[in-house]
């Protein structure tokens, strides 16, 4: 079962309040450039695989991690826009057998298309959904087992997205948003292919979007 987070609860909360909000805003469509910031959490899912080594078969246990975000996008329609998600190096501790750590560290830039269905109107509150790609890089592996090596290769895979705006004035909004990131990366311990890691997190931020 995943762990609710403080962006999380920041999420539902902020989604709460956006259904009483009001409805008088300037018109929120094509043309807006905008970012959103705030903390993100990568929530892994549970069972990340099983690596095949010398040592026998590793269980895989990747934690979650919080860390500052941002997405840079464009309204090229009242209802249709494109976002890329970007952040600063998210780093994992991994459980191997529930005992052995490892570690690494990843980037997850995100591209979706996004449709605003209130896209055009008034509307303090405008919710929107996402599909599109992610490709994640990693770097900086280390375990915790003498004389080993632990390697992920990088990983594109599909993301589905879910996100709010609270119109706060012309410029200015509350977001809270999710992403569904498919991230398989297939894994090298001690310089023999092992098997694949499924990562598979739920990516949820809460913070701010700006407007331009």
């Known amino acids: 079962m995943r762990k609710f987070t403080l962006p999380t609860l920041f999420a539902a909360g902020l989604a709460a309040v956006a259904v009483t909000a009001s409805t008088q805003a300037m018109a929120y469509g094509q043309g807006d450039f905008f970012t959103r910031f705030g903390a993100a959490n990568v929530d892994p899912k549970n ?35 494109v976002e890329l998600l970007a952040a600063l190096p998210f780093e994992h501790d991994i459980a191997l057998n529930d005992g052995n750590i490892a570690s690494t560290k990843h980037l997850p830039p995100t591209l979706t298309l996004q449709y605003y269905p209130l896209g055009g109107t008034e509307s303090r509150v405008q919710p929107y959904v996402g599909a599109g790609i992610n490709y994640t890089t990693f770097d900086d ?42 991230i398989d990366t297939d894994a090298t311990v001690a310089g023999d292919d092992a098997g694949t890691v499924n990562i598979d997190p739920l990516v949820v931020m809460g913070g701010l979007s700006y407007r331009f």
């Open 141 to 182: 592996e280390t375990v915790d087992i003498e004389n080993v090596s632990l390697d992920l290769d990088d990983s594109w895979g599909a993301a589905g997205q879910v996100g709010i705006d609270l119109l706060i004035d012309d410029n200015w909004a509350l977001n809270a948003a999710a992403w569904y990131i498919d």
């Open 47 to 81: 069972d990340n695989g099983t690596l095949d080594t010398a040592l026998g078969e590793l269980a895989v246990d990747v934690d979650d991690e919080t860390q500052f975000a941002f997405t840079l996008g464009y309204r090229f329609h009242d209802k249709l826009g």
